[in-house]
């Protein structure tokens, strides 16, 4: 089982901002399990917390801005994309200002030190959503789209349309995000000069230099206001007429911008609030699409806030029938587990195929076959008896009775066809022969029932 992980102590960064050109600190914390990432503004009076969530997106113009109430911090997204690639599930990010420092315009900073610092494994489970679908989302006035796909990992293939000869159309991707650090962190943000000059004579972008972003000079400009741009990046004034970069340092990578791209598509989707397994392919996107996937993720997250178990039928079973009448004292027509497909020291997967041959569909009911609720919580408790009993070394010699039963919900009926998935997970170690589950049941990726439920175990005489 994956945990989840938090630094393994605080660190910090200084800068400038880059919209501000305020001089700016922020400190990453560890933080306990299942916090998430949070964000707090020292600089102000209570020193107020921002979840660092989808739905907490104010602006998407020039960066990703998050804001409650009159509390806003902007330029969040390299420095989350870092966190998110490196399996950070929980921090809090302290900074004394309104914007996150724009160091050298990429996310290495936040890499190198997250490394130096190191990371620290907790108990509580990482809690993947997994993608079972295709899930699209478009903006028919730009044409960006971004689509997210099945797949066993968290991958991304971004591709971009510049409509600039300097880069046309780029794509980049990356399979796995543990190729984060060598493959996208270094890549820096970038701008095109029709875009710099207008919020230069609007009092914005304070803090841009060439030591932070990629410029593009890619159109013609009045030679006064490449004039006034140079003066302001205190480069030597250049000819109005010579386009191309203009820049310190070169390009790493000849798709550097559209790696660009998907750091910081990295880093808006750390605002769902759940690492995802799946490939998500990108065109054209930018934070306003972006945020627009991820508030709709969060939306079918919630929906399925808790996911079935994948079952393919092929799968050899980890206990099949034979292993499972073993363990279990149970026998037709009270055996209700054919086949365990999970198991490990704390969760167990089991199956139950329902036909219209059993024998309460007689009478429950006669015009109307639905298998009795007392009978799904019964087949998921059998479930978790082999999870605890399957430890034992003569698991044959002992019987699990019940305890207790809380928190029944039934959300749906079952019927004749119907094909249960279990998911049972201890919430506390075994003490005594105690047990204490948490127990699901699944038709497809639906949630039928749930229960808590204890049991001890005895051995028999």
Known sequence: MTKQNTLKGSFSLCGKGLHTGLSLTVTFNPAAENTGYKIQRIDLEGMPIIDAVAEHVVDTQRGTVLGKGDVKVSTVEHALAALYALGIDNCLIQVNGPEIPILDGSAIKYVEKIREIGIQEQNAPKDFYIIRKKIEVRDENTGSVITILPDDDFSITAMCSFESKFINSQFATIDNVEKFPTEIASARTFVFVRDLVPLLNAGLIKGGDLDNAIVIYEYEQK???????????????????????????????????????????????????????????????????????????????????????????????????????????????????????????????????????????????????????????????????????????????????????????????????????????????????????????????????????????????
């Open 223 to 461: 030679q006064e206001d490449i004039d006034k741009l140079c003066d302001y990046l205190q480069v030597p004034r250049m000819d109005a007429t010579k386009l191309g970069y203009i820049q310190h340092k070169p390009l790493t990578w000849e798709n550097e911008c559209t790696r660009h791209k998907l750091l910081d598509i990295i880093g808006d989707m750390a605002l769902i609030g759940k690492p995802l397994k799946g490939r998500i392919i990108a065109t054209r996107p930018g934070h306003t699409i972006n945020n627009k996937f991820a508030r709709m993720m969060r939306h079918e997250i919630r929906k399925h806030e808790i996911q079935a178990p994948i079952y393919d039928p092929n799968m050899t079973p980890v206990l099949d029938v034979n292993r499972i009448r073993e363990v279990l004292p149970h026998r037709y027509p009270m055996q209700l587990v054919d086949k365990v497909i999970s198991i490990s020291g704390t969760t167990i997967v089991g199956i139950k195929n329902v036909t219209s041959n059993e024998p309460f569909f007689q009478g429950h009911f006669p015009q109307e076959p639905v298998m009795p609720g007392v009978l799904m919580i019964e087949a998921m408790s059998q479930c978790g008896a082999l999870l605890v009993l399957n430890t034992l070394e003569d698991p044959e010699r002992w019987t699990s009775y019940f305890l207790k039963i809380d928190n029944v919900k039934y959300r749906k009926k079952v019927v004749p066809g119907d094909t249960l998935i279990f998911k049972v997970e201890l919430i506390a170690p075994v003490r005594h022969g105690i047990s204490t589950m948490q127990g699901y049941i699944f038709v497809g990726d639906q949630l039928v029932a749930e229960a808590t439920f204890t049991g001890q175990m005895v051995k028999n005489k």
